[in-house]
């Protein structure tokens, strides 16, 4: 099945979800190259935008991430890979296990949560 890199100018966002958890560990993104890299050899490769280059994650830390399972959504432009994280469990640069552990302050909850609260 193809990927719609079109829509992002030859980029898909890739959402990395621990398998054993469900935990959202990062996204990154790929492109055509990045992703035929990763689901060949079974470890998570990104396109850097910075770099202009393909990346493999942990390859310089030792914290790579070993795909179980991938899936697209119903576009065909998001790539969802179900991850074993190895070495010290580490994915994220700032040594957490998840890239998301800012939480943003909800102003406002979202009205239907508060009625159904009720």
Same mark, same amino acid.
């Given at each position: 099945?193809?990927?719609?890199?079109?829509?992002?100018?030859?980029?898909?966002?890739?959402?990395?979800?621990?398998?054993?958890?469900?935990? !959202? #560990?990062? $996204?990154?993104?790929?492109?055509?190259?990045?992703?035929?890299? %990763?689901?060949?050899?079974?470890?998570? &490769?990104?396109?850097?935008?910075?770099?202009?280059?393909?990346?493999?994650?942990?390859?310089?830390?030792?914290?790579?991430?070993?795909?179980?399972?991938?899936?697209?959504?119903?576009?065909?432009?998001?790539? !969802? #890979?179900? $991850?074993?994280?190895?070495?010290?469990?580490?994915?994220?640069? %700032?040594?957490?296990?998840?890239?998301? &552990?800012?939480?943003?302050?909800?102003?406002?909850?979202?009205?239907?949560?508060?009625?159904?609260?009720?």
């Amino acid at each position: 099945m193809e990927i719609d890199f079109d829509k992002m100018q030859g980029l898909a966002p890739a959402v990395i979800q621990d398998a054993g958890s469900g935990e !959202l #560990l990062m $996204v990154g993104f790929m492109n055509h190259d990045a992703l035929e890299t %990763t689901l060949r050899t079974g470890f998570v &490769t990104f396109y850097s935008r910075t770099r202009q280059t393909l990346w493999t994650k942990g390859e310089t830390s030792g914290n790579r991430l070993a795909v179980v399972a991938a899936w697209t959504d119903c576009d065909r432009d998001t790539v !969802l #890979l179900s $991850v074993r994280v190895l070495g010290a469990g580490v994915v994220c640069h %700032t040594g957490s296990k998840s890239c998301f &552990t800012q939480e943003l302050p909800l102003v406002a909850p979202a009205r239907a949560v508060e009625e159904e609260a009720q």
